[in-house]
């Protein structure tokens, strides 16, 4: 069975500092993978999404950047964090239908 | 862009009791999917529904694709603690990314 793996849990991390999260599929081929940012109770905004080895496509312009190097590999970095990228991070893949299967989120605290 | 509404925003109810949920769509949509987030973790698909009228369960939960594609319901039975979370409906045209409503937020009072 697919699982999706999302580290880390959570990050505190100093303004300015880079950020790296990374993302994991496994049980599955050319997933396509998503990353969603949560505000405090808010909705999901879509970040970024890919639909295959170094293609991906931004949603929304701003301080941040994904990468995907390998086929079940998904990471969404940062060089500089700002205050205003602090959220509840998800990883979603999807099999390319209908349906779309989350990580378990990382808690991001800039400060 | 499409952007989807999702009533109402909270509620709060009492063990045992039935809830009704709607979200609504200005556009139309090929899928529609409902999921329940628990505090501090990623969403889980509860439902996805896939054709115009279509009324699918899993367990207490019951939900239902809307004729006119723009809509779906998502019904609790015999509310329990555990139902607490939040609940997202996602909506999909083909070949195009998911689109989320902004969520239910469900309290269950003992």
């Known amino acids: 069975s697919q699982t999706i793996h999302q580290w880390p849990a959570t990050l505190v991390q100093p303004v300015g500092s880079p950020l790296s999260l990374e993302c994991t599929v496994e049980g599955t081929s050319n997933p396509n993978l998503y990353w969603y940012r949560q505000a405090a109770g808010r909705g999901l905004q879509l970040l970024f999404y890919?639909?295959?080895?170094?293609?991906i496509s931004s949603e929304v312009p701003q301080n941040l950047s994904a990468s995907r190097p390998q086929d079940r590999q998904f990471i969404l970095s940062s060089k500089k964090l700002l205050l205003s990228d602090s959220g509840f991070y998800l990883c979603?893949?999807?099999?390319?239908?209908?349906?779309?299967?989350f990580g378990q989120g990382t808690r991001l605290t800039v400060v | 862009g499409q952007q989807l509404n999702q009533s109402p925003q909270s509620m709060f109810i009492q063990e045992g009791e039935d809830v009704s949920m709607n979200c609504t769509s200005s556009s139309i949509f090929n899928t529609w999917l409902w999921y329940k987030q628990d505090p501090g973790e990623g969403p889980v698909l509860l439902i996805a529904?896939?054709?115009?009228?279509e009324l699918t369960s899993n367990g207490r939960l019951t939900a239902q694709f809307g004729t006119t594609r723009k809509d779906s319901f998502l019904n609790i039975s015999a509310s329990i603690p555990s139902d607490v979370g939040i609940y997202f409906c996602?909506?999909?045209?083909?070949?195009?990314?998911?689109?989320f409503g902004p969520g239910t937020r469900l309290s269950v009072l003992p």
């Open positions: 890919s639909i295959g080895i170094d293609q």
């Open positions: 996602a909506g999909q045209l083909h070949g195009q990314n998911f689109v």
């Open positions: 529904l896939y054709k115009a009228g």
């Open positions: 979603a893949w999807s099999p390319g239908g209908p349906e779309a299967f």
